[in-house]
């Protein structure tokens, strides 16, 4: 790590977004967004999140802001010390670099410093030569018991072993972090559609078996849509997904866990009247729909596309609601029409009338791991674990079979 990049990271915090902060710095944004991506391996912390259009701080990064600004300050105040202006660039001065100074000021040899590092000392002794040139300043002075340090170097010494200091405090976070990471499995799942839904029965179900199987082994779960899923697998920041799609995707090894019928839910005025013609039916209410990042959106589309024709696609109205529940309500209180897994209406008070929509159209729950990683033998492991909830499943509530038009 170096000087230049925490004090670029400092500027993106302080700004809240890259463009700004490369405004600031007088930088190129892909110069700004590249630092950051050095400090957040270096210190095995997201600094950012994406959420829609807006990029927001991590609560990592929120709790390690202040360390981050002390260090800019201090760094403000090395430079200071060795005489630059303020406005000047900030030297690509690494931190293992002011170390080594550090070390072979207190030693007051660079030979024994050199041995203490396993160095040659040529080596070290062209890494002061480096910072001197940086500085623009001399650092030691050579004597016959060895080197003196300026009266530069000693105002120096104790503001480079606070940012080292302060370097060590997040790197140490990050570290603790990492070990308490390596301990926990991460599992992402898609976002579950109520209390009585098959991924809420089924992801307790895994919650209660594996803290009573591996009590030594934390398991964290966390539900998005099945495209931040992939995305999550990728970057590892999840060990296995559950998504609501039948396939598996070509780098990615599982199994298939369950599969539930689709029923079209609405007012049952409406399906009693209309249900034997369905293009007049979707025609006529509004139909509710998930994100169009959900494996469940897309079987809905799969069965309007079959189901209606160009022209009767045209006077459809859709409404993209990303909450299950408040579809669920829309269609028992607002008349609207739903595509929904028949398991999330059986419990519901006063559920709504629904159409079976038949074989063709279910929502498919898929356990995946990354191809080529050791999860596969513990994503078998909660596969069983999740299966174990079917026993105690109850029966689902009658509901009519398709009608020939919805094939």
Not at 79 to 95: C, F, H, M, R, S
Request: glycine share 6%.
């Amino acid at each position: 790590m170096d000087l230049a990049t925490i004090v670029i990271v400092d500027a993106v915090l302080r700004e809240g977004g890259i463009r700004a902060a490369a405004a600031v710095c007088g930088r190129a944004p892909s110069s700004v967004s590249a630092a950051v991506k050095r400090f957040e391996q270096a210190v095995s912390m997201p600094l950012f999140r994406r959420e829609e259009t807006v990029v927001v701080l991590t609560l990592e990064a929120r709790a390690r802001t202040s360390d981050i600004h002390e260090a800019t300050a201090t760094i403000a105040a090395i430079l200071e010390a060795a005489g630059k202006e303020p406005a000047a660039p900030v030297p690509p001065i690494g931190l293992v670099a002011l170390d080594r100074f550090v070390r072979t000021a207190r030693s007051g040899s660079i030979r024994a410093t050199a041995k203490a590092l396993a160095l040659g000392q040529p080596q070290l002794t062209r890494q002061i030569a480096d910072l001197e040139r940086h500085l623009s300043i001399r650092l030691f002075e050579r004597s016959h018991g060895g080197i003196l340090c300026t009266a530069t170097a000693e105002r120096i010494i104790p503001l480079a072993e606070t940012l080292l200091d302060i370097w060590a405090r997040l790197t140490h976070a990050s570290a603790d972090r990492f070990r308490r990471d390596v301990a926990t499995w991460r599992l992402g799942a898609v976002m579950p559609l109520g209390p009585e839904s098959e991924i809420a029965r089924m992801l307790a179900s895994l919650t209660a078996n594996w803290h009573r199987t591996r009590p030594r082994q934390p398991l964290f779960i966390s539900s998005t849509t099945a495209d931040d899923l992939l995305a999550g697998l990728r970057s590892r920041r999840f060990d296995a997904a559950l998504l609501d799609v039948a396939e598996i995707p070509s780098d990615c090894d599982g199994r298939l866990v369950s599969q539930t019928p689709l029923v079209l839910a609405g007012p049952a005025a409406a399906l009693s009247e209309l249900g034997a013609d369905l293009p007049r039916l979707l025609a006529t209410c509004p139909i509710a729909v998930p994100s169009v990042r959900s494996g469940l959106r897309r079987e809905a589309a799969r069965f309007l596309d079959d189901t209606l024709s160009e022209a009767e696609r045209r006077r459809i109205t859709l409404v993209e609601v990303d909450s299950i529940p408040v579809i669920i309500n829309l269609v028992r209180q607002h008349g609207y029409l739903s595509v929904l897994p028949q398991s999330s209406l059986a419990r519901v008070h006063l559920p709504p009338a629904m159409i079976r929509l038949g074989p063709a159209y279910r929502q498919s729950l898929t356990l995946v791991w990354p191809r080529g990683t050791q999860a596969g033998e513990i994503g078998e492991l909660m596969v069983s674990m999740m299966k174990m909830s079917a026993e105690t499943r109850p029966a689902s509530e009658s509901v009519p079979d398709h009608l020939p038009t919805s094939a």
